[in-house]
């Protein structure tokens, strides 16, 4: 997705930006109201994460002006104000969703993505239950993996990582992400719970006779492609 961040924290918008980024988007940023206001009025993105308190132009007018300009871009709006009020209000403003500070980065990303998926359903009138890479394939209302036909049998949580991994397919996944996603870890608990389990699914999918599908990218994480450029 194309997104635009809408923070005026450089310290908040960089290590937003740096998560975006490693989860697969191309993000824009704005430091205040009138600048992201302008950007998203002018050019096209797939979503905005739009800070509710921001210099020049707050966030809930950028909201109402976005709305007002019939600019039906889908935004979550970030504030520290999590109150039931507040967050009634940055709905009401127009906002799509609501994160209250501090949040899980993985979250906010979640959240873009179930809304880039609602935007989706309401396109195709489908939900999503089949996930695949390749002749790797997942029914998530199975539960069930197989590839090239052949059935595999996985743990729950080497089920979850394999999810996490199809749902971000090309895509350059870090532990942090995994740690969070997998494990709700939103720290790193120095073990090597992570190599273990991507051993153990490479036992399971990366078979001898079959191109490997999981890919390690030295000092980033991991990635799983059928390309392995």
């Known amino acids: 997705m194309k997104i635009l961040l809408v923070e005026d924290d450089p310290q908040q918008a960089a290590y937003i930006r740096k998560g975006l980024q490693e989860a697969g988007h191309v993000v824009d ?15 096209s993105y797939d979503a ?40 009634v209000a940055g709905l009401r403003a127009g906002g799509d969703d609501y994160l209250v500070k501090p949040f899980s980065l993985i979250e906010l990303v979640a959240r873009l993505e179930a809304l880039a998926r609602r ?17 790797l394939e997942m029914d998530l209302l199975r539960r069930s993996v197989t590839r090239g036909g052949r059935k595999i049998e996985l743990k729950p949580k080497e089920f979850q990582l394999l999810e996490f991994l199809l749902r971000h397919s090309d895509q350059v996944v ?22 273990v389990h991507i051993s153990n699914l490479r036992a399971k999918i990366d078979l001898a006779d079959l191109p490997p599908l999981i890919h390690t990218v030295r000092g980033a994480g991991y990635r799983l492609s059928a390309d392995v450029a």
Do not use: C, K
């Not at 205040?32 to 050019?43: C, N, P």
């Not at 871009?73 to 507040?86: H, K, R």
């Not at 989706?120 to 002749?135: I, K, N, P, W």
């Open 119 to 135: 935007g989706g359903a309401a396109t195709d009138g489908t939900a999503r239950t089949r996930l695949a890479v390749a002749d």
């Open 174 to 195: 870090t532990r942090a992400m995994l740690l969070e996603a997998v494990w709700n870890y939103h720290f790193d608990p120095q073990t090597n719970v992570i190599d």
């Open 48 to 87: 905005l994460v739009l800070d509710r308190m921001l210099p020049r132009v707050d966030g809930l007018t950028v909201l109402r002006t976005l709305r007002a300009s019939n600019v039906v871009t889908p935004v979550v709006v970030l504030s520290a104000l999590g109150e039931v009020d507040d967050r």
């Open 29 to 43: 940023v704005a430091a205040d109201g009138r600048d992201g206001l302008f950007l998203a009025t002018t050019e």
